[in-house]
Antibody, heavy 118, light 104 residues
Framework: EVQLVESGGGLVQPGGSLRLSCAASGFTFSSYWMHWVRQAPGKGLVWVSHINTDGSSTTYADSVKGRFTISRDNAKNTLFLQMNSLRAEDTAVYYC???????????WGQGTLVTVSS | EIVLTQSPGTLSLSPGERATLSCRASQSISSSYLAWCQQKPGQAPRLLIYGASRRATGIPDRFSGSGSGTDFTLTISRLEPEDFAVYYCQQYGNFGQGTKLEIK
């Protein structure tokens, strides 16, 4: 069974940092692109970043470029999102998702809440 | 950047009825890359349809997708109580704003 379990969320002050993790199991992690998608309270889904299978290629939404870094450890089946210079507008539930067929996201974690507030 | 616009914003129907949800792209996209997902309150999204018309693993056949170019449709043939949720269309890193399907 495919499982994605996020952790690392919490309350952080503006300008602070957090590192999110997503532990993957039930599939060959190193064979799949992985994504982070976020959802602000009461709002829709917004793609944040993706990383290719070996970590050599990454892409970011303009809103987080230069502040967030996506990475992966294929030996530990874990995806990361390092978030620096956090802003109030980064407050959201952050989901990791597996890249599926034809650009879809075929499995999602349960999400971890990041709250940026003083 | 491609913008996906979903309509209606809210759809009020009764169990057993047919639901038709629309997703319009700001420019023509390959139907191979249009997906639909479902999100229930407090839950993660779940993939329903990929490639515009292919059901994901375990998705009941009352869910179907169609369309091409700029206009795509998700149809739920006979609504079950568990189908009342928010539905998003998606193309790569672009999501529509969602359609809330609520019980009438």
């Amino acid at each position: 069974e495919v499982q994605l379990v996020e952790s690392g969320g919490g309350l952080v002050q503006p300008g602070g940092s957090l590192r999110l993790s997503c532990a993957a199991s039930g599939f060959t992690f190193s064979s799949y692109w992985m994504h982070w998608v976020r959802q602000a309270p009461g709002k829709g889904l917004v793609w944040v970043s993706h990383i290719n299978t070996d970590g050599s290629s990454t892409t970011y939404a303009d809103s987080v470029k230069g502040r967030f870094t996506i990475s992966r450890d294929n030996a530990k089946n874990t995806l990361f999102l390092q978030m620096n210079s956090l802003r109030a507008e980064d407050t959201a539930v952050y989901y990791c998702a597996r890249g599926g067929t034809s650009g879809s996201y075929d499995y999602w974690g349960q999400g971890t809440l990041v709250t940026v507030s003083s | 950047e491609i913008v996906l616009t979903q309509s209606p914003g809210t759809l009020s129907l009764s169990p057993g009825e047919r639901a038709t949800l629309s997703c319009r792209a700001s420019q023509s996209i390959s139907s191979s890359y249009l997906a639909w997902c479902q999100q229930k309150p407090g839950q993660a999204p779940r993939l329903l349809i990929y490639g515009a018309s292919r059901r994901a693993t375990g998705i009941p056949d009352r869910f179907s997708g169609s369309g091409s170019g700029t206009d795509f449709t998700l149809t739920i043939s006979r609504l079950e109580p568990e189908d009342f949720a928010v539905y998003y269309c998606q193309q790569y890193g672009n999501f529509g704003q969602g359609t809330k399907l609520e019980i009438k």
